[in-house]
């Protein structure tokens, strides 16, 4: 577990450790590239890209073990659309069809999974003005400062290569209580979409994330992830857009997963403790 999240998310920890795991914090000393980072870099909070490498280095030491990159690859992506067709079935329930559809992005999986169906359906010819923005931490914004070039999944350069926006392999994000978007690159499928002026990209700080999410669990009543809370924060943005314009927008955005393992952030910010 990316050692960042390992002391922020303390619970997601114990819920690993409930059905069985042995949880370490990486990078850790118990893989030969776990090391050399930690000599590298004695301080790090770690990295996906670097917990990606040591997971791959026990799988390749175990016969045993079998290793899945997560939602940086397009077949994930694809498996993801499951939530843009339920998505498409709610909207027709009730009468509706996005202008604008919003997600988060850390590998990729939950924005294209909710946007993909929806940009399938313009692509393929439905008279359709929908926009679709990918929203990053401003720490980690690969759509947006990234280069669209080659380059390795995991930090340690043990994948293959994927054509993405990168802020290069190596790149260590600060820390910070989104976890889940600290990750140095955008899916290819996603990437390829951006370059090509099809998606939008935006980027939001931690406070700010922070403060939509709070209104959000006022009006709702869900606390939702960090995570989610940039893709709240693209929508109240874009709502506030259609005010200032006096204009009437149907926007659907993906709430990606709940923040009760988060409170420790949610304390943070409350408490002023969030640079
Ligand atoms: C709640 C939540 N949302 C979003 C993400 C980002 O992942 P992806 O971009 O693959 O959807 C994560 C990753 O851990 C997450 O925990």
Do not use: W
């Not at 899945?68 to 499951?82: D, E, K, P, R």
């Not at 790149?171 to 998606?199: D, K, N």
């Not at 939008?200 to 922070?210: L, P, S, T």
């Amino acid at each position: 577990m990316v050692k960042i999240s390992f002391e922020q998310k303390p619970y997601r920890k114990v819920i690993m450790q409930t059905f069985g795991a042995d949880v370490t914090p990486s990078p850790s000393n118990t893989t030969e590239i776990g090391k050399k980072m930690l000599e590298q870099y004695p301080d790090t909070s770690g990295s996906l890209g670097m917990a990606v490498s040591e997971a791959i280095e026990v799988a390749m030491k175990n016969k045993e073990a079998k290793y899945a990159l997560g939602s940086v690859l397009n077949h994930v992506l694809l498996h993801q659309t499951i939530i843009g067709q339920e998505a498409i079935g709610q909207m027709e329930k009730v009468g509706e069809y996005p202008d604008v559809v919003i997600g988060c992005c850390g590998g990729g999986s939950n924005f294209a999974g909710i946007a993909f169906p929806f940009l399938a359906q313009k692509l393929a010819g439905k008279k359709t003005k929908t926009r679709f923005i990918g929203v990053e931490p401003k720490s980690c914004a690969s759509m947006s400062q990234g280069q669209y070039r080659y380059d390795h999944g995991d930090t340690a350069k043990l994948t293959p290569l994927f054509m993405m926006e990168t802020l290069g392999c190596d790149f260590v994000p600060p820390s910070e209580h989104s976890g889940g978007l600290r990750y140095h690159g955008i899916a290819p499928l996603i990437a390829f979409l951006h370059h090509e002026g099809l998606i939008e990209a935006r980027n939001y700080d931690q406070k700010e994330i922070f403060a939509s999410a709070i209104d959000f669990a006022k009006a709702e009543g869900i606390i939702p992830a960090p995570e989610s809370a940039h893709a709240i924060k693209a929508t109240i943005d874009e709502a506030l857009r259609c005010k200032k314009e006096n204009k009437k927008e149907t926007i659907v955005f993906c709430l990606s997963g709940h923040g009760m393992l988060d409170l420790k952030g949610y304390e943070d910010y409350l408490s002023g403790k969030i640079k």
